[in-house]
């Protein structure tokens, strides 16, 4: 979930770690524990209805709540192509059930965290492996499969590998996309099978193994694309800044995600969103929703409430032009933020940033940055040390050449877009963030937030001008 670069911190010798506030320390990890406890036995009642594997904290419980129908409705299968709104039914969901009953051994969490998050799993002649969240989905939608077998045998294979599971699954539908259409042939893939889920498996074993095609085709859709030519361009239709994003078609513009996707500088939208609700809920479930809405930062949490208990079908409050444009920094600006503070304190983006109402969020950090370390935070300092991280991260991007052309989500990644629009929301966003008009961080914007050698590097290779600066 993360851009931490790390999976787990491995310490080993007899010594006694040091801890600012060993007495406190341990007293607030027993506070988050039973909030921990607390979530995890009462489901978010709008969000349980809506989005079930969400209603939890961690990351979505995507093994131990069978129904996602959330994502086999909402998300595009084959090569980020179609919606099907009718495949999750109850007859699907007890094959599901039953699937899960047979291949998973037991529910695991990472070390010392009671969540749960995955599941061992375990089918006969392909090995044991942990899986977890939405990659109990993404190989079954990209091939366009209905059987739920056919998601953990091939997980046991992308496991082993090392590949992700994201992305794998994109590029293997992309070429079966462009072998149907002509543009790869028996040529390029000779004895290439028919059938959908022996086609994954013989083009997952050729990238790995950088066999033929799979050569091309490990280097990712977008570059893939542009080798192989002959019009494959055309269908590299998903990509961001040169990477795979989740395969997500939908309706009508939202300005949050369209900024979100736009100037994120990860690669996946789930390293940038979180904690507010994607779907409409009733206004009872509003009402509820934002009576212990604790995490919501202080600056901005009666213009999040407000987004919340407003937003909804009337067209003054549906989107793209609901909420106004200064509550949709302020909303993508809470996002990014705590993803940057999970990111640099190595915390789990489930227990925070990424989850709803979760056990760590911005009023409580400072005090277990505090006990751990000693140096002393508040909500407000700690935020500006995430800008910081934010704006450096912005100012690398930048020195590599990131400009506002490259800040585009896929044409068709809402049917009905709003070309001028968006080119107002980038704007604003830039404003916001004190970047100038190609998303470049002013002179005054790095001096302010004591970064002032990053300006000088830019004007030095010409980035910034010292007049406009
Ligand atoms: S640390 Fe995070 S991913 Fe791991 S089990 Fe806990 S909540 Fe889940």
Not at 113 to 123: D, K, M, R, T, Y
Not at 259 to 283: D, F, N, R
Request: hydrophobic share 35%.
């Amino acid at each position: 979930m993360g851009d931490k670069g790390l999976k787990a911190i491995a310490m080993r010798g007899t010594k006694s770690l040091n801890i600012y506030r060993p007495a406190e320390f341990v007293e607030f990890c027993q506070e988050v524990q039973r909030f921990i406890e607390y979530r995890m036995k009462n489901p978010l009642k709008g969000i349980v209805r809506t989005m079930p594997i969400n209603a939890y904290i961690g990351i979505p419980q995507e093994i131990k709540v069978v129904d996602d129908g959330w994502h086999t409705d909402n998300f595009a299968w084959g090569n980020a192509r179609f919606r099907r709104k009718n495949y999750w039914n109850k007859e699907i969901e007890k094959r599901w059930e039953e699937c899960l009953k047979k291949v998973c051994k037991r529910l695991i969490s990472c070390y010392n965290c009671p969540v749960q998050c995955a599941g061992l799993i375990s089918v006969e002649g392909y090995g044991t492996y942990v899986l977890k969240c939405f990659s109990r989905l993404t190989y079954l939608m990209a091939a366009m499969v209905d059987d739920p077998d056919f998601s953990f045998k091939i997980n046991a294979y992308g496991t082993e590998y090392g590949v992700d599971s994201y992305t794998t699954p994109q590029v293997i539908a992309f070429a079966i996309e462009l072998y149907e259409a002509g543009i790869l042939t028996d040529q390029d893939m000779p004895g290439f099978p028919s059938d959908p889920e022996s086609r994954f498996f013989w083009l997952l074993e050729k990238i790995v193994k950088r066999e033929g095609i799979g050569d091309i085709l490990a280097n990712g859709v977008y570059w893939a694309a542009r080798q192989i030519g002959r019009g494959a361009e055309i269908y590299d239709h998903n990509t961001i800044k040169k990477h795979e994003q989740v395969p997500i078609k939908l309706g009508v513009l939202n300005p949050i995600y369209f900024l979100m996707h736009a100037t994120g500088e990860k690669m996946c939208i789930t390293q940038i969103q979180g904690q507010i609700p994607q779907v409409l809920l009733s206004p009872e479930e509003k009402e509820e929703f934002i009576k212990d809405w604790i995490q919501l930062p202080s600056k901005y949490a009666e213009k999040i409430k407000e987004w919340l208990l407003k937003w909804g079908e009337a067209p003054e409050y549906s989107y793209p032009f609901w909420p106004p444009i200064d509550t949709v920094c302020a909303l993508v600006d809470w996002q990014e933020t705590m993803h940057y503070i999970d990111d640099s304190l190595g915390l789990c983006a489930g227990l925070s940033s990424f989850a709803y109402k979760p056990p760590y969020h911005i009023h409580n950090l400072p005090r277990l940055i505090y006990y751990a370390t000693g140096v002393e935070l508040d909500e407000e300092s700690l935020w500006e040390i995430a800008l910081r991280n934010r704006t450096l991260i912005r100012a690398i991007n930048v020195l590599r050449g990131l400009r506002r052309r490259d800040e585009k989500p896929p044409l068709d990644h809402w049917k009905k877009r709003f070309l001028e629009y968006e080119e107002k929301l980038l704007d604003e966003y830039y404003k916001f963030r004190g970047w100038n008009k190609e998303g470049i961080p002013t002179k005054e914007t790095l001096e302010r937030l004591k970064l002032g050698y990053v300006s000088k590097k830019f004007i030095e290779r010409g980035i910034l001008k010292e007049e406009e600066a």
